[in-house]
């Protein structure tokens, strides 16, 4: 089976040109079969704030209206994505952006109405896995704003990153042999928040409940283990979660980041 | 020779979304294979001026500097390409949408400093039509913004909408049966710019010159026809100037707009 990574890149990162060069170096230099997913970092807010948009956020998510959908259509799907894009073009990487819509690569649903409205929010629905794999054996290394789309209404969708990159991974698991990398601004998932070296080298299943017990892992760490974890049972071969500066060394012998292994 | 489509859509159309709706309508059910080119319209200048960005024209084109490199990188990579490719995936139609820079389809240098420095803005060095003709084949119906990329640098460059059109046409018509089809607000090209009925149905390169040295084609028209003509004598088979709302009769019996054929 042939190896694919996908590799999902935080807002943190994003929002810092240097960083986001050196990651960018380090991602075109892996030789595999690749596809990064990126998030939306702070200029979104940033961009919202100078046209008059106030920025809402509940637990983490942007509450996006239609001028909100407009502002993360702009900076995810444009300035960041094409940033990105050039940048890897710059450095021999054969890049193409996408968002859901482009070749309807990522179909999603409008979230329902609960007790919270997010406005134009998708939750991922299909992975057009046949598409994306025909890109990748066509030499191009996609990359993935966070944005879905409803094909019944064509509208575009604000989207979350860490479930995209997941999603994307559990649908190409059937094809590839994928290791799903998470980078970020700390070095794994932490036995000590204070302690930024306090890297737990590997977690499975069953000490990520204890952990979770003991409290150990807590609050935004959460959310993206469950994700992780859900895609190691659903035939992703292996989760990463490491420092972007250490993608290289994570990705090609494992001696970095927080490896996720099933039991 | 299998038959293409070169489209380029205008800025006023872009501007107007009831129009926009109608024209992708037309371009979705036109069967044969095809390629969009956008304009940007309105949009960028008036989200700059509520970013406090100020705009600068010069004959019609766009000073940008880095601050508006970044607005029309917002604006018509994310905005309004992704809105056309959301829209045209609603109706159907597999649309993908490009920059330049996406599989480095248009490659571009930055535009010399003269007398007038443009800034950011490119003029196209390469189409890479072996890859923009694996996507038609693969189904797919490029959507490509007025961005071009500079690739020794990474850098995004904005770009004039009618000439990239011409360029791609151009560079595909060693594969193709290319008709290249400008659309925009006029039903053609006119003898009297005061009746819009008064469409020239055909101009050959003799007429043309006797109408400008007339004066009766005149202004904004001329780089737009001068395009098209070169267009034609590098192996376009059709060039075809018409209304954004007559794109279905002008392409299929060629009974709307302005036909420009050889001599």
Redesign the interface.
């Known amino acids: 089976m042939e190896k694919l990574l996908v590799i999902k890149i935080g807002g943190n990162v994003i929002d810092n040109p240097e960083a986001l060069d050196r990651f960018l170096s380090s991602f075109a230099s892996l030789p595999q079969h690749k596809i990064l997913i990126h998030g939306g970092g702070k200029i979104a807010t940033q961009?919202a704030e100078?046209?008059?948009i106030e920025t809402l956020m509940v637990d983490g998510r942007r509450i996006t209206d239609e001028a909100m959908l407009?502002v993360v259509?702009?900076?995810?799907?444009?300035?960041v994505?094409?940033?990105i894009?050039?940048?890897?073009?710059?450095?021999d990487s054969?890049?193409?952006?996408?968002?859901g819509?482009?070749?309807?690569v990522i179909k999603a649903r409008k979230r329902p109405v609960k007790e919270i409205d997010y406005g134009f929010v998708g939750d991922v629905a299909a992975v057009n896995s046949d598409q994306l794999s025909?890109f990748l054996h066509?030499g191009?290394v996609p990359i993935i704003a966070p944005?879905t789309?409803d094909?019944?209404?064509?509208?575009?969708l604000n989207t979350n990153a860490d479930t995209m990159a997941s999603s994307v991974a559990v649908a190409l698991a059937a094809q590839f042999e994928v290791n799903l990398v998470y980078c970020f601004e700390k070095k794994g998932v932490l036995s000590d928040p204070t302690n930024d070296d306090a890297v737990i080298p590997q977690i499975a299943p069953s000490a990520y409940q204890a952990y979770k017990a003991e409290g150990v892992i807590n609050k935004g760490m959460i959310p993206k283990l469950d994700n992780a974890f859900a895609a190691l049972q659903n035939g992703v071969a292996k989760v990463t979660i490491c420092h972007a500066d250490q993608l290289a060394t994570a990705v090609n012998d494992g001696s970095a980041g927080t490896q996720l292994i099933n039991e």
Do not use: E, H
């Not at 259509?73 to 300035?79: D, F």
């Not at 054969?94 to 968002?99: E, F, R, S």
């Not at 094909?151 to 575009?156: E, I, L």
């Open positions: 961009v100078k046209l008059g407009n259509t702009m900076v995810y799907g444009g300035l994505n094409k940033t894009v050039g940048k890897l073009q710059q450095k054969n890049a193409i952006g996408l968002t819509a482009d070749a309807a025909a066509g191009l944005l789309f094909p019944a209404s064509g509208s575009m």
